[in-house]
């Protein structure tokens, strides 16, 4: 289509065409001097123009024009400029006699002077300049419904470009339809086209950061295996660093460009994870065995090469939401510690993953957005630098001009602060090629720009994009970037830790805004306080856990990172997915905590006054616990005596272990008896498990016999002691011996007596000696029954 159009248009315009075009002008000269020629400056200081009345808006709106390609995006004097386009008839008439022709206006002096002049959709004589003569094409008719292509080559000497700046550039469609038998404008399309003839002394040093960020995608489920196989939440990971996705393109087209890049160690380690065997979660809640280890080595191989040269910039693992921490999360205690340990294992990671040393100094809210308490935050875990956003600072709409990135706030903090306008070029989208083409030439436009504000002073600017761009948004960026640094004459690239390092503009506000001032459109998507307990609450959890490992790091790690995680800024507007990922890690590490318990026991008998009473602890874990203790307490110490209460507990994984408990039973009847799990620290581990325990050893016949024979014994000492007093004697001493009878004494019948009460006093003493003698001295012995 495009070739049709180039071989019926022609370069030069019908004497017709010009004729009409002449009287146009003439007719509308006035305005025209008015709305696009600027004065010269002594004119414009002392004359006052009565305001031009423009003609009645033509109906642009008939045809819709889509400028696909500009080139070169920044030309020199001798380029050529190419524009590439479609044209569609959105009306219900045909148009006939169509001409795309070219229009440029003035320079634009300012940065909003362009944004203003952005945002133009009609087309206005008087108001609009002319079309550049003999620079159209024609197209053939269009029906309703019906789009084109057109190419337009077009001598930069012929553009009328003079002074250096910004040129707003039209591209126009006119024909005639049934209603309107004239020529007119019937749609339009404008961009902007920097104009920089020779290079400049004082080029702009520009620093652009290339965010290299994804949401959280592995879970902390390990299989309970040597590898300790990984689980990822779904098959989305696999896709983004698969060719032609996300991650993948970021890599490819940021591998050349003079960028800063800013990562997330936890994309790295996630995808460092996939290397080796790995499991992913289906729709079904079900797992499959993963198979992108290949595309896994090959993305970090690029990513590796990518890198070796340029600035890296590692983010606390996981991108936590330093915002949310700030007005959230404070409140409740231990969170930020999270944020300490992230920052730790940021730069291992990132040295392990890409063997490269990244600074860990600078701290990047959501979206730059700053206020004391997010700033307080973001230095607590080390950080002296917080890249922030203009729009933050007042100077945004006090100072004539963009002041340099690195401003000092105070506590030996630097705010290096991002440009909104340059930082916010690539939003939407840009999957059109005629949204990313102008896209590009508004943003190098701007760069020019700023450069121009002030001439003779160098200013170090830096542009903070949104952290997951699109492949359309990357694209339009790294064309961006490279036209600037292949061909613009106002810009040189630096480091991020450079421009952090400048020489601070003192004009510059330095006041960084209070909790109030925080937008509200970013406070509404902070994670709730709830979110944060619960957070804090797992952490708990794993702390204490930890404990009674034997080999804790198997479960630190994997748990300890899906913390960070779900803390991370990709949560932000997806407050169920956010939820959901708490909640599974929850249940998880409780799932694993209750893998060491305590077996339900039934109820006991005792037939004897002791016994040993076994208790078993159960380990389904992968791992050996070696850190609890297992206390047993009885409802009736007096009925039943419990002689080592508490005693530590060491099970192999995949074992159960007897803890033995020695008994002694002072009284019959029913005693309550508890086990319970405490961690070395005396926190109760689990719930515990009570069994009521009989006692039926000590029955009144025997009680009866053994009050029986103290009686006698007491018995028999009155008796003595009487007899020998009467002899006169005295009285029985321990420590003296016992005068033995004359011989021609006989014994008496009482004193005969002595003997066999003696006897029986000691018969339950045997039986004592002999239930204590089968007692078991082993208290992590087997067994389950006791019958004494």
């Given at each position: 289509?495009?070739e049709a159009?180039?071989?019926?248009?022609?370069q030069?315009a019908?004497?017709?065409r010009?004729l009409r075009r002449a009287?146009v002008?003439?007719?509308?000269a006035?305005?025209?001097?008015g709305?696009?020629?600027?004065?010269?400056?002594a004119a414009?200081?002392?004359?006052?123009?009565?305001?031009a009345?423009?003609?009645?808006p033509?109906d642009?709106?008939?045809?819709?024009?889509a400028?696909?390609?500009l080139?070169?995006?920044?030309p020199?004097?001798d380029d050529?400029?190419?524009?590439?386009?479609?044209?569609?008839?959105n009306?219900r008439?045909?148009i006939t006699?169509?001409?795309v022709?070219?229009r440029?206006?003035p320079?634009l002096?300012?940065r909003s002077a362009?944004?203003e002049?952005s945002?133009r959709?009609g087309?206005?004589?008087g108001i609009?300049p002319?079309?550049?003569?003999?620079?159209?094409v024609?197209v053939p008719t269009l029906?309703?419904?019906?789009?084109?292509?057109f190419t337009?080559?077009?001598?930069?000497?012929?553009?009328?470009?003079?002074d250096a700046g910004?040129?707003q550039?039209g591209?126009?469609?006119?024909?005639?339809t049934?209603?309107?038998?004239?020529?007119?404008?019937?749609g339009?399309?404008?961009?902007?086209l920097p104009w920089?003839p020779?290079?400049v002394e004082n080029?702009?040093?520009?620093?652009?950061?290339?965010p290299l960020?994804?949401?959280?995608h592995?879970t902390?489920?390990?299989?309970a295996?040597?590898?300790q196989?990984?689980?990822?939440?779904?098959?989305?990971?696999?896709?983004?660093i698969?060719?032609?996705g996300?991650l993948q393109q970021?890599?490819a087209l940021g591998?050349?460009?003079p960028v800063?890049?800013?990562?997330d160690p936890?994309?790295?380690?996630?995808v460092?994870?996939?290397?080796?065997s790995?499991?992913?979660?289906?729709d079904?809640?079900e797992?499959?065995?993963?198979?992108?280890?290949?595309?896994a080595?090959?993305?970090?191989h690029e990513l590796?090469?990518?890198?070796?040269?340029?600035e890296?910039?590692?983010?606390?693992?996981?991108d936590?939401d330093?915002?949310s921490?700030?007005?959230?999360g404070?409140?409740?205690?231990?969170t930020l510690?999270?944020l300490?340990?992230?920052?730790?294992?940021?730069e291992s990671?990132?040295?392990?993953?890409?063997f490269?040393?990244p600074?860990?100094?600078f701290?990047?809210?959501?979206?730059g957005?700053?206020?004391?308490?997010v700033?307080?935050?973001a230095?607590?875990?080390?950080a002296?630098?917080v890249?922030a956003?203009?729009?933050?600072f007042?100077?945004?709409?006090d100072l004539p001009y963009?002041?340099?990135?690195?401003?000092?706030?105070?506590?030996?903090?630097t705010?290096v602060?991002?440009?909104?306008?340059?930082?916010?070029a690539?939003?939407g989208?840009l999957?059109g090629a005629?949204?990313?083409t102008l896209?590009?030439?508004e943003?190098?436009?701007?760069t020019?720009?700023?450069g121009r504000?002030?001439p003779?002073?160098q200013r170090?600017?830096?542009?903070?994009?949104?952290?997951?761009p699109?492949?359309?948004?990357?694209?339009?960026?790294a064309?961006?970037?490279?036209?600037?640094?292949?061909?613009g004459?106002?810009?040189r690239?630096?480091?991020?830790?450079d421009?952090?390092d400048?020489?601070?503009?003192?004009?510059?506000?330095?006041?960084?805004?209070?909790?109030?001032a925080?937008?509200?459109?970013?406070?509404?998507?902070?994670?709730?306080?709830?979110?944060?307990?619960?957070?804090?609450?797992?952490?708990?959890?794993?702390?204490d856990f930890?404990?009674?490992?034997?080999?804790?790091?198997?479960?630190?790690?994997?748990?300890?990172t899906?913390?960070d995680?779900a803390?991370?800024?990709?949560?932000?507007?997806?407050?169920e997915n956010a939820?959901?990922?708490?909640?599974?890690l929850e249940?998880y590490?409780?799932?694993?905590?209750?893998?060491?318990?305590?077996i339900?026991k039934s109820?006991?008998?005792?037939s004897g006054?002791?016994?040993t009473?076994?208790?078993?602890?159960?380990?389904?874990l992968?791992?050996?616990?070696?850190g609890?203790?297992?206390r047993?307490?009885?409802?009736r110490?007096?009925?039943?005596?419990?002689?080592?209460r508490?005693q530590?507990?060491?099970?192999d994984g995949g074992?159960s272990q007897s803890?033995?408990?020695?008994?002694?039973?002072k009284?019959?009847?029913?005693?309550?008896?508890?086990?319970?799990?405490?961690?070395?620290d005396?926190?109760?581990?689990?719930?515990p498990v009570t069994?009521?325990v009989?006692?039926t050893s000590i029955?009144?016949?025997?009680l009866l016999?053994?009050a029986?024979?103290?009686?006698l014994?007491v018995l028999?000492?009155i008796?003595m002691?009487?007899?020998r007093?009467?002899?006169?004697?005295?009285?029985p001493?321990?420590?003296?011996?016992?005068p033995?009878?004359?011989?021609?004494d006989?014994p008496?019948q009482?004193?005969g007596?002595?003997?066999?009460?003696?006897?029986?006093?000691?018969?339950?003493?045997?039986d004592?000696?002999?239930?204590?003698?089968?007692?078991s001295n082993?208290?992590?012995?087997t067994g389950?029954k006791?019958?004494r």
């Open positions: 289509m495009a159009a180039e071989k019926q248009g022609t030069t019908p004497p017709t010009r009287a002008a003439v007719l509308a006035a305005p025209l001097l709305g696009f020629l600027p004065l010269p400056a414009a200081a002392h004359t006052t123009l009565a305001p009345t423009p003609r009645a033509q642009s709106a008939v045809a819709d024009v400028l696909t390609d080139t070169p995006a920044v020199h004097e050529t400029l190419t524009l590439s386009g479609t044209v569609t008839n009306g008439a045909r006699k169509g001409v022709d070219v440029v206006g320079p002096d300012s362009m944004t002049a945002k959709t087309f206005t004589p609009d002319p079309a550049i003569d003999g620079h159209s024609k029906a309703p419904g019906v789009t084109r292509d337009l080559d077009v001598p930069v000497k012929d553009l009328g470009l003079a910004a040129y550039v591209v126009a469609y006119s024909g005639n049934s209603s309107r038998p004239f020529e007119q404008v019937l339009i399309e404008r961009t902007l920089q020779t290079a080029p702009t040093r520009l620093t652009h950061l290339w960020i994804s949401s959280s592995l902390a489920r390990r299989e295996n040597e590898q196989t990984p689980t990822f939440l779904s098959d989305d990971l696999e896709q983004a698969a060719p032609g996300r970021l890599v591998k050349d460009l800063t890049w800013v990562v936890d994309l790295l380690a996630s460092h994870a996939m290397t080796e790995y499991k992913v979660r289906t079904d809640g797992t499959v065995s993963g198979e992108a280890q290949a595309t080595r090959q993305w970090l590796t090469q990518a890198v070796e040269d340029d890296v910039v590692a983010l606390p693992f996981a936590p330093l915002a921490l700030a007005h959230r404070q409140a409740v205690p231990g510690s999270r300490r340990s992230a920052t730790s294992l940021a990671t990132v040295a392990s993953v890409l490269t040393t600074t860990t100094d701290a990047w809210p959501v979206q957005a700053v206020d004391t308490s700033v307080d935050v230095t607590s875990a080390g002296d630098h890249i956003n203009s729009d933050s007042s100077d945004a709409r963009t002041p340099s990135a690195a401003r000092p706030v105070g506590g030996g903090t705010a602060v991002a440009d909104a306008g340059l930082s916010d690539f939003q989208d999957t005629g949204a990313s896209a590009v030439q943003y190098l436009s701007h020019l720009a700023v504000q002030v003779g002073k170090s600017i830096l542009v903070a994009p949104q952290r997951q699109t492949v359309s948004q990357a694209r339009a960026m064309e961006s970037i490279q036209d600037l640094s292949d061909g004459r106002w810009t690239f630096a480091d991020l830790a421009t952090a400048e020489k601070p503009d003192p004009a510059a506000d330095r006041s960084v805004p209070g909790p109030g925080y937008p509200d459109r970013l406070r509404g998507n902070e994670l709730s306080p709830d979110a944060f307990r619960q957070i804090q609450a797992t952490q708990s959890t794993l702390e930890l404990d009674v490992l034997a080999d804790p790091d198997r479960l630190k790690s994997p748990v300890g899906a913390i995680r803390l991370s800024t990709s949560w932000r507007g997806h407050p939820r959901g990922y708490r909640e599974s249940d590490l409780v799932g694993l905590t209750r893998e060491v318990q305590l339900d109820d006991l008998t005792l006054r002791s016994a009473i076994p208790v078993t602890v159960q380990n389904n992968a791992q050996k616990v070696d609890l203790k297992l047993l307490t009885s409802s110490s007096i009925g039943l005596r419990i002689e080592d508490m530590p507990v060491v099970v074992h803890i033995k408990f020695d008994t002694s039973a009284a019959n009847g029913r005693t309550t008896v508890t086990a319970q799990l405490y961690t070395e005396g926190k109760q581990y689990g719930g069994f009521q009989k006692v029955t009144s016949t025997v016999v053994i029986a024979g103290v009686g014994v028999a000492g008796r002691y009487t007899q007093k009467r002899r006169g004697g005295p009285p001493d321990q420590d003296a011996p016992l033995e009878p004359s011989g021609d006989e008496s009482d004193h007596a002595d003997a066999p009460d003696d006897e029986q006093a000691g018969e339950p003493h045997r004592s000696s002999a239930d204590t003698g089968a007692e082993d208290p992590h012995g389950e006791v019958d």
